[in-house]
């Protein structure tokens, strides 16, 4: 099926531990983007693609680095869990313009 | 202060009731998107607008730019309906997302 596949869906880390969130779209979208998602809040932006080959921060990166492998795929790399890194994770992807968003299931992270 | 605010919090309703949530945004934006959150975690997107009226099916999205205001309208509401309502503005590259709406509609 068409969309954003998201993998691991459950995950849970030690702190210190590092790990990669994978993100894949078969839509041939533009712009991918991984969101976090914690109790209470909106999601927040933690880094985006525009296109494939480059890569800016968003609100929340601190902890975090992103790969563009290529059109179709987006990783977020965590270099050293720390509990407050705890969270839901989403991928999402749009083309650039007038459309609106296809978001992955998410990741459901513990680090303990 | 959060640039994207939404009422109520939660809302509960029996089913058929005609469901109202409300998105304020304090910033300039490029488009405001409805998105619903699904009780397994899901996103899907709903509307995307950036000026008038949206329709599709029993879901009626409006926005006012002058006002900084969106409403997402459910007609007949059905117990599937139930579920977190997230409105999200565009601002440039970035998305900013109000915390959401959970309503829940008993039948």
């Known amino acids: 099926n068409a969309g954003v596949t998201q993998t691991p869906k459950f995950q849970v880390l030690k702190t210190g531990q590092s790990m990669t969130l994978q993100c894949a779209q078969d839509m041939n979208h533009n712009s991918m983007y991984w969101y976090r998602q914690d109790p209470g809040m909106g999601l927040r932006l933690i880094y985006y693609?525009?296109?494939?080959?480059?890569?800016d921060k968003g609100e929340v990166p601190n902890g975090y680095n992103v790969s563009r492998l290529n059109k179709r795929e987006f990783s977020l790399r965590l270099e050293s869990a720390a509990p407050s890194q705890t969270s839901v994770y989403f991928c999402?992807?749009?083309?650039?313009?007038?459309?609106?968003?296809?978001f992955g299931s998410g990741t459901r992270l513990t680090v303990v | 202060k959060n640039e994207v605010e939404q009422s109520p919090q939660n809302l509960t309703a029996q089913e058929g009731e005609f469901i109202t949530i409300n998105c304020s945004y304090s910033?300039?934006?490029?488009?405001l998107h409805w998105l619903q959150q699904h009780p397994g975690g899901g996103i899907v997107s709903l509307f995307m607008?950036?000026?008038g009226k949206k329709k599709h099916g029993r879901l009626i999205a409006t926005i006012n730019i002058q006002e900084k205001h969106s409403s997402l309208h459910i007609t007949a509401s059905h117990p599937r309906d139930s579920a977190v309502y997230i409105c999200a503005v565009e601002i440039n590259n970035d998305m900013r997302f109000g915390a959401g709406t959970r309503l829940t509609v008993k039948p």
């Open positions: 999402a992807s749009n083309i650039a313009g007038n459309y609106g968003y296809t």
């Open positions: 607008l950036s000026s």
């Open positions: 693609s525009a296109s494939e080959g480059t890569t």
């Open positions: 910033v300039g934006i490029s488009a």
